[in-house]
């Protein structure tokens, strides 16, 4: 039985010798046919950068690849000054437009959260788009298997603004990932006017709507509400002061009546049994307090008033509008126009915002300023410290060859395989649909490093067939170099496309993030490959037309090989 598996294992291993010596052979024709017209391959690898580099703009930029969670979060929210009740019932008919939407099978679970929370703890930790009783959101989680994320999200954002278009929606970021990147701000792209004028609210609204004209972009609005209704009591200070009262006293009142005395006058009662305390707060009940009359019956009580006086006596109440929220960012006063991505790659939607808030600086007044924060300042920063790392990089690894080398042109003769490396990134990022991120640049770099490596092979067999033969030229030695370092070549780079493939297609759950990477390491090494092989070997041929000399330790290495092979061989 073994017999018979070796026998088959043999039969393979021949077969296969007996196709790679047939490519070989092509290989070698084809390297012949390169060496003997360098000027065809100089043209070609010349158009090929050319073409390849002209669509670099075409890739778009994005700083990690989307990935989907399976839930979304939306912010829903209802006219400003709208009660926490009518909010709610809005809620539930956003809901079920929700649900007409998704099938129902599809849906895991619907978490709607209306509302400030009442502890000043909880505020604090919770998430600042939820300004009022008027908006809140909704959290809605999918099932496993389940239709794309991003197809939902976007026949919802069509349908709701339909539907209800008194209302505001915006998409927030739902998964822990994307809400780390857009460092606690609720879209990627924050623009914000910082200035104490007060038309910088007015300039926010003009480049919402320039920016809601933009491509891609969606859930463009500004996150201040400056238009809440409320109420002004105007407290008479003549009438109050001649039954003993002041406004702090009226204040008081209100603020128990209508808040709780939880923070204002805290009561405690002991139970004697556990001895726990327990706080005891006093309120009007809201549903007694729904017309301005209720408010104007609202008894006004001090310790040096012998009786309560209505409020109505002693304050006028009018209607006025004041901000929902205020902002500020190094102490000065901002707005923020808060705009999200659909459809189309973060970098090229930031630059079209980019020259729409410039269009608007030379508008502004004195003293107001904008500037654009959020995912896009980081991905910008991350890319110029990516970049810069993929040159320095390059730059270090022929600095090393050089010291290695002893030679500042066989590093140069190397590093001719990166330009194909590079051509093959942005050819399979292209064709692909995969954006410039940070995994494909992390993927470019590793190409880079595997293709140096194969460089190498080639280059240093090519000068070892010259030590070794000292009157065999350029052309023949690259021609050696090429026909015997196919196999190594072949292997290293087939075994990381090979090893890549799983990455590059993106399986498993949440392999979108990881998926540039192992696309950008493929593509390169593919080209890089070819360019090795032949592009290489004609620089080398090139290059290297003088007469070769060996350093002394080499030919005190190759003299010592050789006494010893001869002796193996007597």
Known sequence: MLGRIFSFLGSIHEKFNHLFEKLRARYVNGLRWSLEHRGVVFAGMGALLLVSFSLVPFLGRDFFPAVDAGQFRLHVRA????????????????????????????????????????????????????????????????????????????????????????????????????????????????????????????????????????????DVHVHQLVHGPDLRVNVDRTKAEQIGLTQSNVAQTMLISLSSSGQTAPNYWLNFQ?????????????????????LQNTPVVAANLPRPELLGNLATIERRE???????????????????????????????????????????????????????????????????????????????????????????????ALPGALCGIIWMLFLSGTTLNVPSLMGAIMAIGVATANSILVVTFANDERCAHENKNAFDAALAAGYTRLRPVMMTALAMIIGMLPMALGL??????????????????????????????????????????CDEDEQFARQEHGDAAEGGAQ
Do not use: C
Not at 518 to 544: D, K
């Open 79 to 218: 006219p400003a000054g709208t009660r926490l009740e009518s909010t709610q019932e809005r809620f539930f008919q956003v809901g079920h437009a929700i649900r007409d939407v998704i099938p129902p099978n599809e849906i895991q679970n619907v978490l709607d959260n209306i509302g400030l929370p009442t502890s000043g703890i909880n505020l604090a930790f919770g998430d600042s788009s939820t300004i009022s009783s008027a908006d809140g959101e909704i959290l809605v989680a999918l099932n496993p298997k389940h239709k794309p994320t991003a197809q939902y999200v976007r026949i919802l954002r069509e349908k709701l603004h339909h539907d209800f278009p008194d209302m505001e929606f915006f998409f927030s970021a739902p998964d822990i990932v994307s809400q780390i990147l857009n460092f606690g701000i609720p879209a990627p792209i924050d623009i914000q006017i910082t200035g104490r004028d007060p038309k910088g609210y007015d300039i926010a609204n003009q480049i919402k709507t320039r920016v809601a004209q933009i491509p891609g972009a969606v």
């Open 274 to 294: 556990n001895g726990v305390n327990y706080q005891v707060a006093v309120q009007t009940p809201q549903y007694k307090m729904d017309t301005l009359q209720d």
């Open 322 to 416: 004041s901000p929902v929220i205020v902002n500020h960012y190094n102490v000065q006063p901002v707005f923020d126009v808060l705009a999200n991505v659909q459809a189309r790659d973060l970098g090229g939607v930031a630059d079209e915002v980019n020259k729409v808030v410039d269009s608007f600086k030379s508008k502004l007044p004195r003293g107001t300023f904008t500037s654009i924060r959020g995912q896009v300042q980081s991905m910008n920063s991350s890319f110029a410290g990516l970049g810069g790392g993929l040159i320095f990089a390059i730059v270090l690894v022929y600095f090393l060859m050089v010291v290695n080398f002893q030679s500042w042109t066989d590093p140069f003769i190397i590093i001719m």
């Open 508 to 549: 498993g759950e949440g392999g979108e993030q990881n998926a540039p990477l192992g696309r950008a390491v493929i593509g390169g090494l593919l080209v890089a490959t070819i360019t090795t092989l032949f592009f290489v070997p004609v620089v080398y041929s090139l290059l290297r037309k003088k007469e070769f000399t």
